[in-house]
């Protein structure tokens, strides 16, 4: 793209949403000749107050300094040529994605020392800069990076050979954590050399892009790749260099795009985490290239159609990191694998980026919810540690990171997402200020001589009181948001009088009230915040509810027991929660009069509020059974350190016995065959592949209804999966019209027998079960590869277990 008369404009008007807005630089609403836009507040602006976002990033900030730097440099030392001042971490750390969390860290350092002024925080980011470019220095093409034979890699892919870089854990996404921590190093945490670094890095990433054909490029991006493309624009902004905008442009799939911004949800079945991402890009490239509307409609599509049609009451979306069919959420409720918290963190900075160029409590609705049920619930409350799947299984649990041993992808996440709380609870429309969220915190607008303190101990009392300091008068207008689960008594007094608003004071889409008035020194505005508890559904109607208290989802504590795994120990797997499954027939359910149109007020008058200054609640008039009568309710977002329900089993009361039988009926299915699988990889989906070390060589891959499946192609795949003494079999699962006479399976090297049992049908598929020979299962790991047979077609293979 060439330099455009847009673009000195739109470096000064895009806002740098992928750093949470600290810039407090502009955005557009609908082009770049707007005559007024919401701008964010830069982090340093905002101070938190006591509340459970105060306490959240406290805790987040302890388990920051836990960390030792040199141990996350390790990587880019080692791979600088430079002997190493620490050994690196373990965990993911020294699994190939070596070098992710350090990107991270950065961010979160400059976050924090932003939103806290931890003078430690800030110590430590300029140091790891430093190191950073002592290590690009080392490197004549600026390249800097901490996958292993990282530089070998990107030149043979330079070259066209994707020999290594199909064998690698997704190299761009690592490298996209370093390029957004150089980023907010710069931009949050001002470090001049931070800039000089990304800017070297990101001329290495245009040429060897530059270098590759489209088709090539195309090839690469199948691979998940972050949010390069926002990061690239990012960089446009900061240089003033259309060039990255390009780049950004390569970063994006052009078909992906289209689909989007025709009105295409073709999302089920691929892994969430990696499109959103993406979509934050796209929004951004729309922002800064206005004559091509097509980014902006698939950003804004894409929202829609995951907040409305996919996303669940926490706010959260997938399962085992995938997206389900909009019209069957069961696999969420049988899975541990639930929502991922990297999804969260990335959805907010797509809603962020949509609000401040659209304004509209919508978006900030959805901001809230998730917010509270998703971000602040998956911090350990005080002990710290981050949640990676968020389970909605009844009777199920989390697991917690520990900050010596665990680097999954949500550690580094989590240690951002609690440093951040400050950046969207105030924004600005020129000289109008908007209260988005009612957080106990100050603003201090120095450019305006303003401060604005909040008080609040929302969500444990339905009030906020905002009161104006000013060094003098001035007129403006204060919009406050008026949420969408708020009851018919909201109501604003200014100065002890109440705020007569009409209609046309809340703006049809944008549902804020706005006050303009001449503001004086001590004005004083309370805000009524009227909640009631409501039943939600899922979204594909189907028999499950979820209670909520206005914004905030309330769960149930069980008890503690078999939480197996409750927090991380460096095992590969140690994110997921690996104790057993309660039978769903067994957990408690709900009674309500209707199961497909809820009764809210019925719902409310039966749920009595039992103490509001921790927000408890008693249900026992909707719960089936005397068993589980006992049980409270409280914040989804207050739960640790047990089993839980947040989505119950609903029926009506003559209905129950039915409920159960096919909760029953559900257990046959699945409980049995949890029991006796060792380990099992879905065929075809990416992290289940990424976690078991899939290496392959012209496998073909492809879904199925709502199944994903991984065929030979003309040559073989493998998994590295565990394996112990008890295992007998190994149970592949295919599609009916599949033919397996000539399929070659290897367990470590040794080919495996024939099987004894004929093939079982299930529906449109059918599993067989091959023996495997007792000497076969004394290591703890193995390789299982399929190789394709002479003169045989393909087979679609859509499972793969090893069973006691």
Known sequence: MFFNKNFVKLALLVVLINCYGMLGAQTLIENVNASSSMESFKLDEVRLLNGPFYDAQQTDLAYILKLDPDRLLAPFLRESGIPVKAESYGNWESMGLDG?????????????????????????????????????????????????GGSKMWNDLRNGNFELFDKKWVPWYNLHKLFSGLRDAYVIGHNKEAKVVLVRLADWAYDLLNAMSKEQISRMLRTEYGGMNAVCVDISVLTGNSKYLELAKRFSQESFVSELSNSKDSLTGLHANTQIPKIIGFEKIALADTENRDYGLAAQFFWNTVVNHRTLATGGNSVHEHFN???????????????????????????????????????????????????????????????YFSSLRPESYRVYSNPQKDFWCCVGTGMENHGKYGEMIYSHKASDIYVNLFIASTLD???????????????????????????HPQTFTLYIRKPS?????????????????????????????????????????????????????????????CLMRGPVVLAAV??????????????????????????????????????????????????????PR??????????????????????????????????????????????????????????????????????????PETDHLMESEHSLTGIIGDRHWRSTGNGFFSYQMKMDSTVRYLRVTYLNKDDTGGLQIKVNGHLISPPINKKVSQDAFFWIDYPIKPDLAKDSA???????????????????????
């Open 100 to 148: 992710h969390t350090a990107g991270h860290y950065l961010t979160a350092l400059a976050q924090m020392y932003a939103a806290t002024g931890n003078k430690v925080c800030l110590e430590r980011l300029n140091y790891m800069v430093h190191e950073l470019a002592i290590c690009q220095k080392k490197n004549p093409l600026g390249y800097v990076g901490g996958i292993p």
């Open 485 to 545: 689960w708020v009851g018919q008594k909201f109501q604003i007094m200014i100065n002890g009088k109440l705020f007569e608003y009409a209609n046309e004071d809340v703006k049809e889409d944008a549902g804020y009230v706005a006050i303009n008035r001449k503001w004086k020194e001590g004005d004083l505005i309370s805000i009524c915040l009227p909640m009631k508890t409501n039943l939600v559904g899922l979204p594909d109607n189907s028999n499950w509810g």
């Open 445 to 471: 607008w120095k450019q305006k001589n303003i401060t604005i303190t909040q008080t609040t101990q929302f969500p444990f009392g339905e009030k906020s009181q905002i009161k104006l300091t000013l060094k």
């Open 325 to 387: 069919p909009i019209d069957d959420f069961s696999s969420l409720m049988e899975s541990v694998e639930g929502p991922e918290t990297c999804n969260s963190y990335n959805m907010l900075k797509l809603t962020e980026l949509l609000f401040l160029s659209r304004p509209s409590s919508n978006y900030m609705d959805y901001y809230e919810r998730t917010l509270y049920n998703q971000i602040l619930a998956t911090q350990r409350e005080s002990k710290g540690g981050f949640v």
């Open 558 to 611: 069980t008890d503690t027991t078999d939480l197996v795994g409750l927090e991380g120990d460096g095992g590969r797997f140690d994110h997921i929660a690996s104790g057993p499954l309660y039978p769903l027939s067994k957990s408690p359910m709900l009674v309500t009069d209707s199961i497909t149109s809820i009764d809210t007020a019925h719902v409310n008058d039966k749920v009595r509020l039992l103490n």
């Open 782 to 804: 193995v390789e299982v590869k399929f190789i394709n047979g002479p003169g045989r077609n393909n087979c679609h293979i859509f499972d793969v277990r090893f069973l006691r």
């Open 614 to 687: 921790i927000l408890t609640f008693d249900a026992t008039s909707l719960i089936s059974d005397e068993k589980n009568r006992r049980l409270k309710l409280i914040p989804f977002f207050k739960v640790r350190d047990a089993r839980y329900m947040v989505y119950w089993p609903i029926a009506r009361k003559e209905h129950l016995a039915q409920r159960r039988k096919q909760l029953n009926n559900e257990d046959a299915k699945l409980l049995p065959l949890r029991a006796r699988t060792v380990d099992y990889v879905v065929a075809g989906e990416q992290q």
